[in-house]
Structure formats: structure tokens, C-alpha cells
């Protein structure tokens, strides 16, 4: 549990200066990729790192790849900032936010689950 709230918790100060606009959100953007990214460790049961990775990643892409865009890129940090903060320490709320964030807004494909066939 004690890893999980290191690396909570100082994803959450990343957060918040997007939100404030205290730093660039690509700089502080590219910090929470690197947290998750295993620069902090993480307790077994926590799932928001490979959330994190999958939306700080795509985001940050975004402005490295298409950099005449990278003005609504941004936005999107902010709001994916500030939905975070509300949140956070929800399990529920995060499972949504990281669905909806990973499929609905930024576009990745939902696994469907195999299930198990029964033998004959």
C-alpha cells in the first residue's frame, strides 16, 4: 500500500499543475508517463499505473507527432488532468475514467474477453 500512495500521490501533484497551469501540461504530462512508466514503484493490486501509461502516453504522442495540433492535445491534459483529481482514490470512478478516457476519447480498441469453451 505504501508504494501505491508514493506513486498516487505524486501523480496527483503532476495533476495538479496541469490543472493550474503552474508548468506546461506536456512537461508535467511526460512525468506522470515516466511515473507509470515504472519510475515509481507500485503495489500488485494497483491498476492506475497502466491506465496512466495508456492515456499520458497517447497524449504526449499527440504533440510529439502531430505538433500542429498540439494546442488541443493540451486540453486534453487538462481535462484528463482535472477529471483524474476528481477521481482519484475511487476504484470504481478510475476503472471508468481510465475506459473512457483509453476507448471513448482517445480511441483504443476494448479486448473482448474469450471465454472458456466447454468440452464435449
Known amino acids: 500500500m505504501k508504494d ?3 506513486f498516487r500521490s505524486a501523480v496527483r501533484a503532476r495533476a495538479t499543475g ?6 506546461p501540461p506536456y512537461d508535467l ?15 500488485p493490486d494497483e491498476e492506475a499505473d497502466v491506465g496512466h ?4 502516453g497517447e ?3 499527440w504533440v510529439e507527432l502531430r505538433p500542429a495540433e498540439a494546442d488541443q492535445a493540451e486540453a486534453h491534459m487538462i481535462a484528463a488532468a482535472h477529471e ?4 482519484e482514490g475511487d476504484r470504481e ?9 483509453l476507448h471513448d476519447i ?12 466447454k468440452r464435449p
Not at 501509461?53 to 499520458?56: A, D, H, K, L, N
Not at 483524474?84 to 477521481?87: I, P, Q
Not at 482517445?106 to 469453451?117: N, P, Y
Open 4 to 6: 501505491s500512495e508514493t
Open 18 to 23: 496541469i490543472v493550474e497551469s503552474s508548468v
Open 29 to 43: 504530462a511526460m512525468e506522470i508517463l515516466g511515473l507509470a512508466s515504472g519510475g515509481l514503484p507500485v503495489d
Open 53 to 56: 501509461v495508456g492515456i499520458w
Open 59 to 61: 497524449l504526449t504522442d
Open 84 to 87: 483524474w483529481l476528481t477521481v
Open 93 to 101: 470512478a478510475e476503472a471508468h475514467y481510465f475506459d473512457r478516457w
Open 106 to 117: 482517445l480511441g483504443f480498441e476494448r479486448r473482448t474477453r474469450l471465454r472458456a469453451r
